[in-house]
């Protein structure tokens, strides 16, 4: 027998209602997945007009932020991520190049001024504690004149400085285990990657490197591997117009990865995922997804994405 519409429409109905409480008690039971928003994806220093914004990766775990570098613009972009500036707990620099840690204090800063609910621990490359130090001295005058006037509380007691110069784990709570790589970026010697493994997914971030065939063991099995990338047709069109072109040059090939490379290592890793980031150049729109993308491809079979600010994976 044909049910009437009435009897029809009272199914669907409860068939919705049921499905929707199904839906809502699996994600109560399943622990908050691990996000990974790209803050700012334009590898070196310059600001530009428009387009990408300076290096920082965010990973929310079970709705926690841990920001991975902080190149300038990075609380800007936090906000446009939705992620409150006083909700930021761990902060983590890859190497002491400015792109990377430029606005490490002034994001604390901003956080402090929002109302911090929490302390935050930074971790980073030795360096990081005389950094601290000497930011929190570049703003005596107003920190002080707060803690005074306006009743703060004092954020030299409440940001830590975790500071590492060699290979290990460098954070385990009962989300993540965070581990570190030393990789290859000439002049500097203290530059790592890290790895994220929470429980239903594992990140590594490489930070600035060249080609490191250690980077594709410490990457084994992750789930995704965000990677920085140089595209070579791109930095000569750039270099034409700059006074220091040969001696740029140099550097660039000594301590970036071309395509082809980030594909081999994505490939000897295993990774399900090859997110590129750290564009070089980053100001290039002319460069397509295509473009970033074609090296890599030829050597890594799995999923590549080409980063764009904001963009969640
Ligand atoms: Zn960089
Ligand atoms: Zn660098």
Request: glycine letters at 8%; proline letters at 6%.
């Amino acid at each position: 027998m044909r049910p009437t519409r009435r009897q029809f429409l009272t199914g669907v109905t409860s068939l919705a209602v049921s499905h929707a409480l199904l839906h809502r008690s699996v994600f109560a039971q399943q622990p908050k997945r691990t996000r990974i928003v790209l803050l700012g994806t334009k590898g070196g220093p310059r600001v530009g007009e428009a387009g990408r914004s300076n290096p920082s990766t965010l990973l929310m775990i079970n709705d926690v932020p841990y920001v991975v570098d902080c190149g300038y613009g990075v609380s800007k972009q936090l906000i446009s991520a939705g992620v409150a500036l006083n909700r930021v707990r761990y902060i983590f620099i890859t190497h002491h190049h400015s792109d990377h840690n430029l606005e490490l204090g002034p994001l604390f800063y901003n956080a402090w001024i929002t109302g911090l609910p929490v302390r935050v621990d930074a971790y980073g490359p030795s360096g990081l504690t005389q950094m601290t130090r000497d930011f929190f001295n570049y703003l005596k005058f107003d920190i002080d004149t707060r803690i005074d006037d306006e009743g703060r509380a004092d954020p030299r007691t409440l940001f830590t400085p975790h500071e590492f110069d060699k290979p290990g784990v460098v954070l385990t709570n009962d989300d993540v285990k965070v581990t570190n790589c030393l990789v290859r970026h000439p002049p500097i010697k203290q530059s790592y990657a890290y790895r994220f493994d929470a429980k239903e997914r594992s990140v590594v971030i490489s930070g600035d490197t060249a080609y490191a065939p250690e980077l594709a063991e410490f990457a084994k099995g992750a789930d995704v591997l965000v990677h920085e990338v140089m595209y070579l047709p791109g930095i000569e069109a750039l270099l034409k117009r700059l006074p220091n072109a040969k001696r740029l040059r140099e550097h660039l090939m000594a301590a970036h990865t071309l395509p082809e490379d980030v594909g081999k290592i994505a490939a000897a890793a295993g990774v399900k995922t090859l997110v590129l980031s750290h564009f070089v150049p980053g100001d290039d729109a002319s460069i397509t997804d295509e473009q970033w993308s074609a090296g890599a491809r030829k050597y890594f079979k799995g999923k590549i994405v080409v980063g764009r600010d904001l963009m969640e994976i």
